[in-house]
């Protein structure tokens, strides 16, 4: 594998990790909005009450999950990439 092509599949695997973190923090406050919400309203969450989590538990929980599959997909990628190719690969003029 040519270091241009890793130094692409490193920098779409760190925006992709990137973009599920924004994502799960979106998420996890729309969770704290939607729980005070139906808390001011007196309404409890259906589902949550048949299987223990809502679904933005579920959606929370998801991309924790992707999160942390990108964070060790970056940590096997990095560990196969020399100090210079990684300093390369963050600093392509070099």
């Given at each position: 594998?040519?270091l241009?092509?890793?130094?692409?599949?490193?920098?779409?695997?760190?925006?992709?990790?990137?973009?599920?973190e924004?994502?799960?923090?979106?998420?996890?406050?729309?969770?704290?909005?939607?729980?005070?919400?139906?808390?001011?309203?007196?309404?409890?969450?259906?589902?949550?009450?048949?299987?223990?989590?809502?679904?933005?538990?579920?959606?929370?929980?998801?991309?924790?999950?992707?999160?942390?599959?990108?964070?060790?997909?970056?940590?096997?990628?990095?560990?196969?990439?020399?100090?210079?190719?990684?300093a390369?690969?963050?600093?392509?003029?070099?």
């Amino acid at each position: 594998m040519s270091l241009s092509e890793r130094q692409r599949i490193l920098a779409e695997t760190i925006a992709a990790r990137d973009k599920a973190e924004s994502l799960l923090a979106a998420l996890t406050e729309a969770r704290q909005v939607s729980d005070k919400r139906l808390s001011e309203l007196k309404l409890g969450d259906q589902l949550k009450k048949v299987t223990g989590k809502s679904s933005m538990d579920n959606a929370v929980a998801a991309a924790q999950r992707t999160v942390e599959m990108l964070n060790r997909a970056l940590d096997d990628f990095k560990r196969d990439l020399s100090q210079e190719d990684l300093a390369m690969a963050y600093d392509p003029k070099q």
